[in-house]
Nanobody
C-alpha cells in the first residue's frame, strides 16, 4: 500500500532552520506532484508548498515564501522542505501529500495520499 513517511521535525529557536523529508513507497513517485501542508493547534490544515512531478515548478504560500524551499529527488522517492528563518507561528504538524493530475494544487482536497505528520516547534 501507499506510504508517505515524514521525518526531520523537532524543536528549534526562532531564526533557526530545519529540513523535513518525506519518503514515499507503494506508488510511482515520479508520477505524483507533492505538497507540504501544516496544521497548528486549533487551526485548520493549510498549504505550505508544492512541487510538480518533475521538480520543474514550485509554488508557495505567501506565509513561507522566501523562507521555505521544496525540492525532490525522484531517484530516492523523497521530497524535502528546507525551512529557514523559522518563526514561532511556523509551529505545527507538517504533512506531506501526493497528488496525481495535470497540475499541483494548494487545496488539501486535491491530494490522494497523506503522511502521518512530523511536529515542528519554534520557540521565541
Amino acid at each position: 500500500q501507499v506510504q508517505l513517511v515524514e521525518s526531520g521535525g523537532g524543536q528549534v529557536q526562532s531564526g533557526g532552520s530545519l529540513r523535513l523529508s518525506c519518503v514515499a513507497s507503494g506508488l510511482t513517485f515520479s508520477s505524483y506532484h507533492m505538497g507540504w501542508f501544516r496544521q497548528a493547534p486549533g487551526k485548520e490544515r493549510e498549504f505550505a508548498a508544492a512541487i510538480t512531478w518533475s521538480g520543474g515548478s514550485t509554488v508557495y504560500a505567501d506565509s513561507v515564501k522566501g523562507r521555505f524551499t521544496i525540492s525532490r529527488d525522484n531517484a530516492k522517492n523523497t521530497v524535502y522542505l528546507q525551512m529557514n528563518s523559522l518563526k514561532p507561528e511556523d509551529t505545527a504538524v507538517y504533512y506531506c501529500a501526493a497528488r496525481q493530475g495535470r497540475y499541483t494544487s494548494s487545496s488539501l482536497y486535491g491530494y490522494n495520499y497523506w503522511g502521518q505528520g512530523t511536529q515542528v516547534t519554534v520557540s521565541s
